[in-house]
């Protein structure tokens, strides 16, 4: 496959050398980058290598996609959707007006656990059709003021939530000010289950994005209310619930650690859920979700890459087979000359 | 419009005209900066990115810092403001220079030694030997007793001999001592760049010589950056001076030449542009729907009640902003590398330098090379440039007598024989015509008639002599002794000479013969050379002198009256003989036309020489298949009537040929009869140029020529002139693409052209090999710029669709910026080192350049191609990484980077599939850009306060984001290689198929090669005058030829005076 030789070129060079330059005369150095000769490698799509690659993707796929699916198919996963059965039946013409009144928004929800479940269990809320990603959220925020203490006024980007009259908000912001605030406690055969909410945020988040000694200052003062509040006298690097909430979400539907169990659950274990509904997402028709689910190699439940691997996989051994075919009952000889028409109007392209 | 130079006047001139500062800065140090702006502001690509730059410094609207666009458009001023500042600031240097020489002068009658600079006009500057002369001057005195001297004007118009100078009249015998105090007045015409006249006139003052004028020509001038040679000093008086000599005035900034692949860039961009709006208007209302159906519930977002008067342009001009990367801002900067590399290609070719003088190639013009690989027209001079103009004495016919035949190498030996013993009367005169001859092959006349006058003796001193054209265009005089040594040095370069045409005003028995032999000798092919003589009486002489030196010295229409002067010599003539000179073509020139015909190129022949020879080279040189499968159809006549109705016939002729068969027409056309279908016939004319592939075009003049290029670029084709004289200038400025022969006619021709080669035959590699493989790079380089900016910018567009049609960017400053300056752009600049076939390929199968010609490779539907390309891999980005990447990994920075490097990754993969052959180069770029992106980000995630801290270590931690670039990579790839490799086998574009055979050695290669053929003689080859028998007989020139000899000459004398009348006119 390696071709491009230096044609006649050394015999023009040698002759050109015996004749003493004149004007403008000086000769172009000769190398091989400088006569476009280097070396190539020149591959072309014979039906060997074609069918080869197909078939060898085909075979690299379908066993990976098998054990990503594989994968996701060990996830335990519990979801439960609870934003509609949270609300008194008699208040559900006006979940708005509900959410917004003083009434006890405690709610109770039973789960099954499918099959067993090992530690740690991660304990998730989803939100859906919840616009993280809105570009006038995603920007009010402020970096600076998150991480430096001497930073408070660094509310530029903040609007509207950036100042009250007692001074700047920290910390300031859309993100920040719409803190998701239900709450969630778990019962196992009467048992309290202990949900851990250490280290759920990112460490570099906790160590380098919020600072230890910035603190919540006029947090959810303002006339209007967003979401939870913060503990006044906690540095910002300990609100965790803070810091994963403010890792914004791409996409429309996304879940948030809450907290991780780390007990091994049992099939068919009923697990008490006494949830504290607070969060708005009856304006907007959004949903609630809570999920418990284990961990893989490939992270949660997700069956899109195993499936997509096997695809893409099959797809490959069958365009290598179709291939195949076609080169066994159609051969083409590559480069017949019968093929070469000089036609200025070809009727193909 | 005149000047008057008081000689060594110290107070008056100072005033009135600039110094002798030379400058050739564009800029100046405080205009740079504005001036510079304003130049690449007036581009519309660079408003478009500026006034996308200014809006992003509206923070309610940007997407992303507007570092992203400032900083390459920053970038992208500065390197071209670098670049014109350092050739600004050399062009100073040299300047400075030039400037600061130290010259001889005289001031108040005391010679000194001033900076050039400081010279004024009028005053008297001396040379010494090798000097350069500083301003334009005129000779005033030299070293020579007679009063020559010798220059050397390469710098100039790139002729290297040395020519002669003399002083005027009117200052020879003054005492060299007197020279200081000389005074007098020079009327000059006001500054122009006419290097060739300079008519002027000259009065000295008292005590020097009596109010008498004297004119003066440019044999009287040494002109700026000529060098003083061979002569031991010379002095002048500056008449021009600074920015306003010659030289000066020649400079010019050439128009830049937009590439028929620029155009289409363009076309294709504007066209992206309305798209972009489209989309910008399309996603601009749906996000103000949603803001207002959805968006005003998200109570997270606080929508406010009443928002501003502007509030519904907001989002639109976000998106406009989200979207702007859809033109790729590095295109230009990309193009122009790969430009400036295409040029240098062409300029260290080793198979392009000629091997007997050494010169190399140069393409002075960087920005055109992909047009050579489109050219559809290629206009041809003759003399030097399919032949070697080297001109050697052949043939000649004395007194009836035919000498010479088949290897006429010792003709000039026989006939001195044959002559001494026959005529010796005659033996002199005939001699001096020749040598005479010989000393003015430079001179391009087509007549020279040359008297001899009394004074003439075997020592050849005193002789008088002068030539007038016939064209009546340059008329020379030369009065003075010249030397027998230089007659000694010319005929060493073995008579190089000129031809002329005969005109055979003188009756008798012996003009039948010689018109005979004229045409015989032309059907050779060679040049013809009539040689007549008369004696002068002394009065006559004198009394002609006179009138002469009376018609040189006017100022007004000079030209015209020195021609009827010389008119008035030009009778009574004897014919002494006729001589033939044959000019030799090139090596390789037949191949090299053959080659270029067959890759499709139409080439039209545009020559000064008469019809005959020209049709003789034409055939000798491949233009037109011999019969039958050539026809040569003539358009002639003398009046309008009969041009038009020759015109009619030949388009009729050529169509039915045309529709018919595959046979060759050529048309054949003099100037004159193409003066009048130029000018009244222009439709036909221009049909006619449509249909025939050849055209052969005699005795043109060189606006005739450029008129010729012009029409066939309203007609849209790309046209490539290519000529080595100062005749075919205009031709080259005026075509797409000059291309100049570094030839013996000097380096006019090459300075104007944009690519400079040795010898014609290199033109099929400039051609076949840099202009085809250039355009093809940089077909597959501005398309792949596009892929990429809609690649990443239809991932913004989906993107936008589920952040709420808000006009959130996924992507982060720093990786947008980079990924279009960086990412993109390094591994696709390689591809200019791509070959899709071998150059041997190529040049065996020259047809294969149809597809660059008919721009199959750029244009709409390739384009549409990739937009389909982008379209398809944006969607495999976006849904793989957003379902891959969902709940709880749905982190915005993590999502970002999944699909920029699953861009990345997929562009590495389509440059590989694209690229036609893998130097360890593209390896390294492909590839090491992979590595490259990679380090990048691991650098930029480790900083802690940048967005991305720690976010690429942790994707790449995690096997999930491995499998999700695999998957991205297969799911992209395989159905563009599964297309690609359907194409490729069962529908093969034609270089596929050159691909395959020449690398799986086919059995095309082995079939289709052209043998180089034997450089053909020209006596040998030519057919007999059959060959180019119009198709009509009707013809007046058919009937012309089959009535023999007698009529044959009458049609010769008839011919002349047309031609004298139709050039007196032109005067």
Sequence with gaps: MNSGTPSSSAAGAGSADSTAPRRNSKRPKYSRFTQQELPACKPILTPKWVIGTFLLVSVIFIPIGVVSLFASRDVVEIVDRYETDCIPEALRNDKVGFIQSDRSKTCQRTLRVPKNMKQ??????????????????????????????????????????????????????????????????????????????????????????????????????????????????????????????????????????????????????????????????????????????????????????????????????????VFLLIYLIKPRQLGDPSYLSWNRNPSGH | MKRYVYINDDNLAKDIYCDNRISNRKYTILNFLPKNLWEQFSRFMNQYFLLIACLQLW????????????????????????????????????????????????????????????????????????????????????????????????????????????????????????????????????????????????????????????????????????????????????????????????????????????????????????????????????????????????????????????????????FELLCSIMIPISIKVSLDLAKSLYAKFIDWDVEMVDPETGIRSNAANQAISEDLGQVEYILTDKTGTLTENKMIFKRCCISGRFYGNESGDALTAKVGQFHTRHYPKMKKPLYVLLLVCAWFWRIKTEIFLILTSMHLQCNMKYLTLWSSHL???????????????????????????????????????????????????????????????????????????SMFKEANSTLVDRERRVAEVCQRLERDFEILGVAAIEDRLQEGVPETIEILRKAGINFWMLTGDKMSTAIQIALSCNFVSPEPKGQILIIDGKTEDEVCRSLDRVLLTTRITESESKQDVAFVVDGWALEIALKHYRKPFTELAILSRTAICCRVTPSQKAQLVELLKLCDYRTLAIGDGGNDVRMIQQADIGVGISGREGLQAARAADYSIGKFRFLKRLILVHGRYSYNRT????????????????????????????????????????????????????????????????????????????????????????????????????VITIHSYAFEKSVMEEVAMVAVSGCIWLQAFVVALETNSFTIFQHLAIWGNLVGFYAINWIVSSIPTSGMYTIMFRLCEQPSYWITMILIVATGMCPVLALKYLRYTYRPSRINLLQQSERLGGPILSSGIIEPKSRSSLDKDIPTDSVYEPLLSESPSATRRSAGPTQRLDSVQSQSPPHSTHTRKDN
């Excluded at chain 1, 230890?212 to 503990?231: C, D, E, I, S, Y």
């Excluded at chain 1, 069956?303 to 051994?317: E, P, Q, R």
């Design chain 2, 779 to 878: 077909a597959f380089l501005s398309q792949y710029s596009f892929y990429k900016s809609f690649l990443i910018c239809f991932i913004q567009i989906f993107f936008s669709f589920i952040s709420g049609v808000s006009g959130t960017s996924l992507f982060n400053t720093v990786s947008l910026m980079a990924y279009n300056v960086f990412y993109t752009s390094v591994p696709v600049l390689f591809s200019v080192l791509d070959k899709d076939l071998s150059e041997r390929t190529v040049m065996q199968h020259p047809q294969i350049l149809f597809d660059c010609q008919s721009g199959r490779l750029l244009n709409p539907s390739t384009f549409a191609g990739w937009f389909g390309r982008s379209l398809f891999h944006a969607i495999v980005v976006f």
């Design chain 2, 471 to 545: 064209t009546g265009k340059e008329c020379l005089w030369w009065l003075g002794n010249a030397k027998a040594g230089n007659f000694s040095s010319c005929q060493k370069e073995q008579m190089k000479l000129f031809f002329l045409l005969p005109i055979l005003i003188v009756s008798g028995q012996q003009v039948r013969t010689f018109a005979e032999a004229v045409e015989q000798y032309a059907q050779m092919g060679l040049r013809t050379l009539c040689l007549a003589w008369r004696k002068l009486e002394e009065d006559e002489y004198q009394e002609w002198t």
């Design chain 1, 120 to 321: 740690p269990i991660y304990v998730y809320y989803q939100l859906d059709n919840f616009y993280q990603n809105h570009r006038r959220y995603v920007k009010s925020r402020s970096d600076q003021q998150l991480r430096n203490n001497g930073s408070l006024q660094d509310t530029g980007p903040c609007k509207p939530e950036d100042n009250t009259a007692g001074g700047p908000i920290v910390p300031c912001g859309l993100i920040a000010w719409s803190l998701f605030n239900d709450t969630y406690g778990f019962t196992r055969n009467n048992q309290q289950l202990n949900v851990s909410k250490r280290d759920i945020s990112w460490k570099s988040d906790r160590e380098h994005k919020f600072g230890k000694n910035v603190f919540p200052r006029n947090f959810q003062n303002g006339t209007l209310r967003g979401g939870a509040t913060l503990k006044p006298n906690v540095s910002l690097s300990e609100q965790e619930d803070l810091i994963v909430w403010m890792r914004t979400a791409a996409l429309p539907t996304f879940r948030k650690l809450y907290g991780k169990i780390e007990v091994d659950l049992q099939r068919d274990d009923f697990i008490n859920v006494t949830l504290e509904n607070n969060y708005n997402t009856y304006s907007f028709s959004g949903k609630k979700k809570l999920v418990l689910s284990t961990t893989s190699w490939l992270g949660g439940k997700n069956d899109f890459v195993g499936i997509a691997y096997l695809t893409v996989g099959g797809l490959c051994f069958f365009l290598a087979l």
């Design chain 2, 59 to 318: 923070s309610l609207i940007t997407p992303v810092n507007p570092a992203s666009t400032w900083g390459p458009l920053i970038l992208i001023f500065a390197v071209s403001s670098s670049k014109e500042a350092w050739d600004d600031y050399n062009r100073y240097l040299l300047d400075k220079k030039a400037n600061e020489k130290e010259i001889w002068i005289v001031r108040q009658g005391i010679r000194k030694l001033i900076q050039a600079q400081d010279i004024c006009i009028g005053n008297i500057v001396w040379l010494r030997e090798n000097d350069e002369v500083p301003c334009d001057l005129l000779l005033l005195g030299t070293a020579d007793p007679q009063g020559f001297c010798y220059v050397e004007t390469a710098a100039l118009d790139g002729e290297t001999d040395l020519k002669t100078r003399s002083i005027p009249s009117a200052c020879m015998g003054i005492d060299v001592d007197l020279l200081h105090k000389i005074k007098g007045v020079i009327e000059c015409p006001s500054p122009n760049k006419d290097i060739r006249r300079f008519d002027a006139n000259m009065r000295l003052f008292p005590p020097f010589l009596d109010n008498d004028i004297f004119p003066l020509t440019i044999k009287n001038t040494l002109l700026q950056s000529c060098y003083l040679r061979n002569t031991e000093w010379a002095c002048g008086v500056a008449v021009y001076t600074g920015n306003q000599t010659k030289l000066g005035m020649c400079r010019g900034i050439a128009e830049p030449k937009l590439t028929a692949v620029d155009a289409m860039i363009d076309k294709l961009t504007g066209a992206v542009f309305v798209f972009q709006i489209v989309v910008v208007i399309v996603l601009g209302i749906a996000g103000n729907v949603f803001k207002d159906k959805q968006g005003r519930k998200l109570w997270y977002v606080q929508y406010p009640k009443e928002g501003p008067w502007y509030e519904l342009l907001v989002i639109p001009l976000r």
